[in-house]
């Protein structure tokens, strides 16, 4: 199965007052560099560097696993 073919059979079975909203995301992406370094430029934003995110968030709880 293609992914065009994937994406008609979501669109299918989405109800109908979801479709246009389906529709106009894929539309806003389209042709867009929708990576994260893109997102963040278009934002006027740059990703912290470990010093700076200990700074603004401190110690992040862990669950222990990695």
Known sequence: ????????????H???DRVSAA????????GRDTSIEAILARHGEQRLD???FDQHFGSLP???EG
């Open 1 to 12: 199965m293609t992914t065009r073919e994937k994406a008609h059979a979501v669109l299918d």
């Open 14 to 16: 989405l109800p109908e």
């Open 23 to 30: 529709l106009a995301a894929l539309e806003a992406v389209d």
């Open 50 to 52: 470990p010093k700076e």
């Open 62 to 64: 862990t669950d222990d």
